[in-house]
């Protein structure tokens, strides 16, 4: 997979824990953290920002975080942008059934987290 030039990663997430260690890990993996939190339109600021990647925190009650991932890769301007589901649960099938291009189960170690950047070409 070629390089991507893009140096951001949006996190879609509202722990609090899960959104501090994912700015942690991308601040040192050099990319620059966007936030958004899943009540907000995940989509329109997929649009805006033109992230590299998406990082997108599945163990969010009051949300549809799995709705969030299909309006994401069923549109055609956000489709292309690889998004990692994140969660405590195994539910890895079903988040690559989803839409998923990978998923990682918490707690994430940096190590992992530098992996999957570099499998995804991020």
Avoid at 64 to 84: F, M
Wanted: proline share 5%; glycine share 4%; with cysteine.
């Amino acid at each position: 997979m070629s390089q991507v030039v893009n140096k951001s990663i949006l996190v879609i997430g509202t722990d609090l824990h899960f959104c501090y260690l994912m700015r942690r890990y991308i601040r040192e993996s050099d990319h620059l953290f966007l936030l958004a939190h899943p009540g907000e339109d995940a989509l329109h600021r997929v649009l805006n920002q033109k992230p590299a990647l998406i990082i997108l925190e599945a163990e969010t009650p009051e949300t549809k975080n799995y709705q969030i991932l299909r309006e994401l890769k069923s549109d055609p301007s956000t489709a292309h942008v690889p998004v990692i589901l994140c969660s405590w649960n195994d539910d890895e099938t079903r988040g690559l059934v989803e839409g998923a291009n990978l998923y990682l189960r918490m707690p994430i170690l940096y190590g992992d987290f530098l992996a999957t950047l570099n499998n995804l070409g991020v």
